[in-house]
């Protein structure tokens, strides 16, 4: 690929004390975030809180009721969209139907006044970035679903944007070819290079692409970190729950520190009450006699459900305070042969390094 599609210079963007109403609806409530140059963070949030919204004020299709969007050192936020020289990829696509694939990409190039000639090597560069080789004379409606969104995808980084703004791309595609389209889309970043923002609310297509995540809840920033962080050290109960799976068991202050009913869990720390995470799959079944160590918890309960998942396999133990925990393991091992049958009796355990304690109280 040639130097004139990439991009000169990745622009970090500072987004700070962003607010934007919708009549009572806070769409934005005073967002504060760093997106570093040439980094691929990700917008993860629930339906409705604030995604797309963050996303068109970068953009500059709407105007924030109040604070402040730079690029690099340069205020935005009164800026029209295109001057901000940013690629943009939507969930719908909007390319222009009547138009052929190549002249869809060449659209930007066109507006920017860049001649035929280099117009029409720079769109085959493009093509066959998104490998789509070959495919310029074609209509719009003679693609695929997934080829639509690779020429969207080379129409917005042909004229070689130093910001790539990426909204919910993938969610038309099929499960297979979105996993691999994030594949492609995380090869692509890495050859650009350019600062890219993409939002989704599928929270393991965020983990699987992202450099950083920001999880975003009712138009605030609830936490912003690497993939493996929002996972492991979830800020609060939401993060916690919207990102993987868990149960929640909830904790109290005893003497020697953060107690579960009897057992200790952690040592005493800052705040008025706090949580146990548990991922289901840092379970295991403990022999039936296995006591609670410095190295491991052991919680007992009640059998109540397994369900056969392909890979692994899920199982629903009630534990005596009438909380179920979520439990799962390899269908290949032989992790079952202490568990006992449906309705009887079995130990649990939990590693001490895989504790995650969250402030709040969740159940
Ligand atoms: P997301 O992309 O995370 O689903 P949005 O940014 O689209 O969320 O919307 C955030 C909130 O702002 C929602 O409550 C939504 O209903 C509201 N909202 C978004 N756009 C408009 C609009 N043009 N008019 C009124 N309310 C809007
Ligand atoms: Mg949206």
Do not use: C
Request: no cysteine.
């Amino acid at each position: 690929m040639k130097a004139s599609t990439l991009s000169d210079a990745a622009l970090p963007i500072a987004i700070r004390d962003l607010t934007k109403r919708y009549g009572p609806v806070y769409a934005l409530n005073a967002v504060d975030l760093d997106v570093h140059s040439g980094e691929f963070l990700t917008l993860l949030g629930p339906s409705g809180s604030g995604k797309t919204t963050l996303l068109m004020a970068i953009a500059g299709f709407n105007r924030p009721d109040s604070g402040s969007i730079k690029f690099g050192a340069e205020e935005v936020i009164l800026k029209p969209p295109h001057k901000r020289d940013v690629g943009m990829v939507f969930q719908s696509y909007a390319l222009f139907p009547q138009m052929s694939v190549a002249d869809n990409i060449g659209f930007p190039l066109k507006l920017r006044g860049v001649g035929a000639p280099e117009r029409a090597a720079r769109v085959e560069e493009a093509l066959e970035t998104v490998q789509l080789g070959g495919f310029g004379a074609r209509g719009i409606d003679q693609l695929s679903g997934g080829q639509r969104q690779r020429v969207a995808l080379a129409r917005a980084f042909v004229f070689g944007p130093r910001i790539l703004l990426m909204d919910e791309p993938l969610s038309a595609l099929d499960k297979k070819l979105r996993e691999r389209m994030q594949i492609e889309l995380k090869h692509l970043h890495r050859k650009l290079g350019v600062t890219t923002v993409y939002v989704t609310h599928d929270q393991r297509e965020a983990l699987t692409m992202s450099d950083r995540i920001a999880v975003i809840n009712d138009g605030q920033l609830v936490q912003l970190d690497a993939p493996e962080v929002i996972y492991n050290a979830p800020a609060n109960a939401f993060v916690a729950d919207f990102i993987g799976e868990s149960t929640m068991l909830p904790l109290t202050r005893g003497a020697s520190g953060l107690m579960y009913r009897d057992q200790k869990i952690a040592e005493t720390r800052d705040g008025e009450s706090w949580s146990l995470v548990v991922r289901p799959e840092r379970l295991f079944f403990a022999a039936q006699d296995a006591q609670s160590d410095d190295n491991t918890i052991v919680l007992r309960g009640t059998l109540r459900e397994t369900v056969f998942q392909g890979e692994s396999e899920m199982a629903l133990v009630a534990l005596d305070n009438g909380i179920e925990l979520a439990f799962r393991f390899g269908t290949g091992a032989t992790t079952n042969s202490t568990g006992g049958g449906l309705g009887e009796q079995v130990a649990v355990g939990l590693n001490r390094k895989d504790v995650i304690i969250i402030p709040g109280e969740t159940t």
